[in-house]
């Protein structure tokens, strides 16, 4: 019992020495048997292969592969019998790493400045009114700062202070621009030939760059960087009146209105005084400059009349019933359709109107016609084309000649050319003048006979009825100059 007491520790631990012993012995033992027999395995494997000559020249142990990795290795060990190369020369120099470079980053201060961006009143429009339309110009706006062209409104009006109605809408490019970062670049304007536009069903469209009008009549003169478009929603007699203003985006860096320019941080801030206009898109905010100054426009009559001849005989005392006679007229009509004059001629009895349906011709068709000109035809009465004119009056003087007779002698300068002076002579002719009344008022309108369609006689020409007082003539004031030039006549000399 002493024993187990004194030694049992010692005990305890000779069996579990033992035990592992065993263990140990056992795995190792069963690990080289089972070792010892896939090595005999291979050995019979390839001797078997080696018998039956089906190893492959490719096999890494093939009897050719073998020769020559022994031929690999005597190389190897020659090279290594081989002596270095002769030690480097003393004082030997070498290139020399190249330092590498530091560099410092410096912090850029960015200078903030705000720039106020307005739009200026719109310039360059006019408006010119032609038989049964309204030519409307309008230059195309360039080098804008801060802001790109989007449309041109142009309203019309009857009054200078009614301008309400938007009668054409020019569009100059999109609402809004891919940001960019040299806001100091302007955006490209292209320069195009006249964009001639249309309003009106019956709007004619200009040949572009020509200068001509599809009927071949002339036209505004344009530029070419001008809108045009033609408004023939028009009536004929009356006066129009049309504006414009331009409609842009801002042109800016990102959503806080910021460009960057010569190192500096520019905040563009548009004024409140800049109209506003909400954009066709959802969220877009365009801007307006202020409207341009007003442009007016008058409509000519659609018709004209031309005093042909009379039919019949005319009282003598024109205050006597007019009765009895005519007058044969010459009407032309305003085509719309057609944007030609048609023409026509009809005699129309003293008292009537002129109006009525009648044939008109135009451009080589026949057209049956209904007209009224608001005008009847009261009476027809001689009349005195009375006309002033200049002509040169040479100056003369009185000397004696070698008999001793007074005679006429030009008057000469020191060039010895002639002296003369301009003095105004009338001129009579005798013609007709038809009177037509206007509507229900008493204005009349006196139609001279032979006039052409549309003419209007100089103010040197008046035409005067019977009775009516002819004009004083007053001569132009003589300045004394020498030839050629206006001078007081000379004194008579013995």
Excluded at 175 to 181: F, I, M, N, V
Excluded at 397 to 418: A, F, H, L, R
């Amino acid at each position: 019992m002493n024993f187990l007491t004194t030694h049992g520790e010692k005990l305890v631990c000779a069996v579990v020495v033992v035990l592992c012993g065993v263990w140990v012995y056992m795995s190792l033992g069963a690990d080289t048997t089972q070792k010892e027999k896939e090595i005999k395995d291979a050995q019979v494997k390839i001797r078997s292969y080696l018998d039956s000559n089906t190893v492959q020249p490719t096999w890494s142990y093939h009897p050719d592969n073998a020769k020559a990795y022994s031929e690999q290795v005597k190389g190897y060990v020659e090279s290594a019998e081989r002596p270095l190369a002769p030690p480097p020369t003393a004082y030997a120099f070498y290139p020399r790493p190249a330092r590498p470079v530091i560099e410092e980053k410096k912090e850029v201060k960015i200078e903030g400045v705000t720039e106020i961006a307005a739009l200026p009143k719109f310039a360059g429009l006019g408006v010119t009114g032609e038989q049964g339309l309204v030519a409307v110009n309008c230059q195309r706006p360039t080098q804008m700062k801060r802001f790109a062209p989007v449309r041109v409104e142009v309203q019309r009006g009857t009054a200078p202070d009614k301008l309400d109605k938007t009668i054409h809408v020019f569009e100059l490019g999109p609402e809004t621009g891919a940001a960019t970062g040299d806001a100091g670049k302007k955006e490209e304007e292209k320069v195009d030939e006249p964009v001639v536009e249309r309003a009106g069903t019956t709007a004619r469209t200009l040949r572009r760059g020509g200068g001509v009008l599809a009927t071949g009549r002339p036209k505004v003169k344009t530029t070419p960087n001008a809108l045009i478009f033609e408004d023939t929603t028009v009536q004929a007699k009356t006066t129009y009146y049309y504006r414009a203003r331009l409609v842009s985006r801002l042109v800016t860096l990102g959503p806080n209105n910021v460009v960057f320019e010569n190192g500096k941080e520019i905040t563009i801030v548009v004024p409140d005084t800049v109209t506003k206009v909400p954009g066709k898109l959802e969220g877009t905010t365009l801007y307006a400059s202020p409207w341009s100054d007003v442009a007016k426009a008058s409509i000519p009559a659609d018709f004209q009349l031309r005093f042909n001849f009379v039919t019949g005989k005319i009282p003598e005392d024109p205050r006597a019933k007019q009765l009895g006679y005519g007058v044969f007229f010459g009407v032309r009509l305003w085509d719309a359709e057609a944007r030609a004059w048609s023409e026509s001629s009809f005699e129309v009895p003293v008292g009537k109107a002129i109006g009525g349906k009648r044939k008109f011709k135009v451009k080589g068709t026949t057209k049956l016609r209904e007209f009224d000109t608001g005008l009847k035809l009261v009476s027809v009465r001689p009349a005195i084309k009375f006309e002033t004119v200049k002509v040169k009056e040479f100056l003369t003087e009185m000397k004696t000649d070698d008999n001793g007779d007074e005679v006429p002698v030009p008057v000469v300068d020191e060039n010895g050319q002639p002296k003369w002076v301009e003095k105004l002579v009338a001129r009579e002719t005798a013609t007709q003048v038809a009177i037509l009344q206007v509507g229900d008022t008493e204005k009349q309108i006196r139609l001279v006979k032979g006039l052409g369609y549309g003419v209007e006689l100089p103010e040197t020409v008046k035409i005067l009825l019977e009775g009516e007082p002819r004009p004083k003539l007053e001569q132009p004031k003589m300045d004394g100059a020498a030839a050629g030039k206006k001078e007081a006549p000379a004194k008579k000399t013995p």
